[in-house]
């Protein structure tokens, strides 16, 4: 469920306390929970969620490499190779 509002803020149909700092929980999240077991579902929105970000122009450059960043650190049990590879490429 915490994967669909992190979506959902990125998206602009959700409640979201601004971009930045919209990065900043979702990094935190990352962290804390990178030991747990995402559903494909949940991977995918966060996939979706990191892609956004990286995307948007109005997000400053540090926060968008940070965020980036942790996604590839993660271990392959959240993001598989293939998945981490398409990360590489935004």
């Known amino acids: 469920q915490r994967c669909q509002q992190f979506h959902e ?8 306390k ?3 700092k919209e990065i900043g929980t979702l990094r935190k999240f990352l962290h804390k929970n990178q030991d747990q077991r995402f559903t494909d579902k949940g991977v995918s929105r966060l996939m979706d969620t990191i892609q956004i970000y990286v995307h948007k ?9 940070g965020l980036l960043e942790d996604a590839l650190k993660m271990p392959f049990t959240v993001f598989s ?3 981490k590879k398409s990360m590489i490429k935004w």
């Open 9 to 16: 803020a990125a998206m602009g149909t959700g409640k979201s």
């Open 18 to 20: 601004g971009s930045a």
């Open 57 to 65: 122009a109005d997000i400053d450059k540090e926060f968008k490499e």
């Open 81 to 83: 190779t293939k998945q």
